[in-house]
């Protein structure tokens, strides 16, 4: 102590030793999440790959740091443009893993269950999707029935708990690896949902 009580250096700083816990700085606020076009509409469609602007662990979370289908966008989601041959078909999410996830901007238009059905390919078996509203499940996981393979789109449907009226942030999360997701649409009664499975982005 006499050391340290007739040093420079050492006597200005000997707080330290006592510091029992290091102060991290805080970034909460950092990085902002925001829509990437628009806020989607619930009841209405929500397109996949326009899911929020944010980033790895903010909007999305992606096992790896790049896009394997090298479509539309340039960070780590997987988008695929659905037909190599015709991009004005639009994109889809595909190469997911379980555990992945996307958000989205919604305002939900009125407080209700919602019916939905979701534009799918998945050429394995074992697929499945889970939605969450503000962190919270509103389904239980839904299983992705197994197509021809990749390329092959079909139908799938499914329920919600009920949703409250206002702004949310609508999470998509992967319960089943390889599926490929190009679209889910929300409404009050199946009579509402699309029967033809062609969406056309705007």
Same mark, same amino acid.
């Given at each position: 102590?006499?050391?340290? =009580? =007739? +040093? ?5 700083? %000997?707080?330290? %030793?006592?510091?029992?816990? &290091? /102060? ?12 990437? *076009?628009? &806020? ?19 909007? !999305?979370? #992606?096992? #790896? ?5 090298? +479509? ?16 004005? *078909? ?19 238009? @009125? @407080?209700?269950?919602?019916? !939905? %059905? +979701? ?16 962190? *919270? $499940?509103?389904?239980?996981?839904? $299983? ?6 990749? =390329? @092959? ?13 206002? #702004?949310?942030?609508? %999470?998509?999360? !992967? ?6 997701? #190009?679209?889910?649409? !929300? $409404? ?5 949902? =699309?029967?033809?499975?062609?969406? *056309?982005? /705007?």
């Amino acid at each position: 102590d006499d050391v340290v =009580n =007739n +040093a420079g250096i050492e006597k200005a700083f %000997r707080y330290i %030793r006592d510091i029992k816990e &290091i /102060p991290l700085a805080d970034f909460n606020g950092a990085v902002t999440q925001e829509p990437y *076009k628009a &806020i989607f509409s619930v009841p209405g469609f929500v397109q996949l790959e326009d899911y929020d602007m944010g980033g790895q662990s903010v909007s !999305f979370y #992606d096992k #790896d740091f790049v896009n394997e289908g090298g +479509a539309y966008r340039e960070d780590g989601v997987d988008i695929v443009q659905i037909d190599s041959a015709d991009a004005s *078909k639009g994109y889809a999410i595909g190469y997911t893993q379980a555990g992945e996830w996307l958000e989205y901007s919604v305002n939900v238009v @009125t @407080t209700s269950k919602f019916v !939905f %059905r +979701a534009s799918v390919a998945d050429g394995l078996e074992g697929g499945g999707i889970r939605l969450f509203i503000d962190g *919270k $499940a509103v389904t239980d996981t839904v $299983a992705v029935p197994q197509t021809e393979d990749w =390329n @092959t789109y079909t139908l799938m449907d499914g329920e919600t708990s009920e949703i409250e009226k206002g #702004d949310h942030v609508l %999470r998509v999360q !992967f319960t089943g690896s390889y599926v490929n997701l #190009d679209w889910i649409q !929300f $409404a009050l009664t199946k009579e509402e949902l =699309n029967t033809t499975g062609i969406r *056309k982005v /705007p």
